[in-house]
């Protein structure tokens, strides 16, 4: 019985040494700086230098009569959103805030409506 066990437990290690995998070497740390020390306990609100109710960044210049971008509508839905602590929720938000510029009337009868998921505004019946 002894000799079984020996010859299972030698036969078994050999299996297990042959089957072992090499090590895969770590790659070398990439040089990373660090960031700046903070000087305060308190981190400061990204709009702390911006004036309650105005958008921190410019707006992108575009002619009275055109309809903004998808880009431009995204960007001022998230600063909207940052800096106010709050979802926007309709086009004249945004323009009244100041993260829009003044968009063309509506045709009669139809307004505006925002879509923010696809960063889009869409004229619709009233």
């Known amino acids: 019985m002894t000799r079984k066990f020996l010859a299972c437990t030698c036969a078994f290690a050999a299996f297990a040494a042959a ?5 895969i070497p770590e790659p070398p740390p990439a040089s ?20 309650e109710g105005q958008p921190s960044a410019p707006i992108p210049q575009r002619s009275e009569n055109e309809m903004p971008g998808r880009d431009e509508i995204y ?10 602590r709050k979802n926007v929720m309709t086009v004249e938000d945004l323009v009244s805030k100041g993260y829009l510029k003044p968009l063309p009337p509506p045709p009669p009868g139809k ?16």
């Open 75 to 84: 960007n001022a839905t998230r600063r909207y959103a940052m800096e106010q």
């Open 32 to 51: 990373v700086t660090a960031p700046p020390p903070r000087t305060g306990s308190q981190p400061q609100p990204p709009n702390s230098s911006a004036a």
């Open 111 to 126: 307004r505006y409506l925002l879509n923010q998921r696809g960063a889009s505004i869409s004229i619709v019946d009233r």
């Open 19 to 23: 089957c072992r995998k090499e090590p």
